[in-house]
């Protein structure tokens, strides 16, 4: 019954900016750490930053200094905003309650020039 609804990816250039947003639905929003995880083709499925229900934060190595994750409970919303994006940023991602991950369909990102 769990639901996450990811968006904001797209195309943008080496050094660029996005955010994205994931809506989550049948869940007690409010008391969940969130995460947001990504997956290159050929590469492992990475877990890039989470956020706990206490709002402290944290990231892998790879994005920390240029992403940022946020959350809303009132929404039941999670962000992520990117920046100084680099190519090997390129991936499809999710957002998932952590402890028990469920996949949606997840938001392509395309770092190109």
């Known amino acids: 019954q769990e639901q996450f609804v990811e968006s904001g990816g797209g195309l943008v250039q080496p050094g660029g900016s996005l955010r994205l947003s994931c809506v989550a639905s049948?869940?007690?929003?409010?008391?969940?750490?969130m995460g947001w995880y990504r997956q290159a083709p050929g590469k492992e499925r990475e877990l890039v930053a989470r956020?706990?229900?206490?709002?402290?934060?944290a990231y892998a190595d790879s994005v920390k200094g240029r992403f940022t994750i946020s959350r809303d409970n009132a929404k039941n919303a999670v962000w992520l905003h990117m920046d100084s994006l680099k190519a090997e940023d390129t991936a499809v991602y999710y957002c998932?309650?952590?402890?028990?991950?469920?996949w949606g369909q997840g938001t392509q990102v395309t770092v190109s020039s």
């Open positions: 998932s309650r952590i402890g028990r991950i469920i």
């Open positions: 049948g869940l007690m929003f409010r008391i969940y750490a």
């Open positions: 956020i706990n229900s206490d709002n402290m934060s």
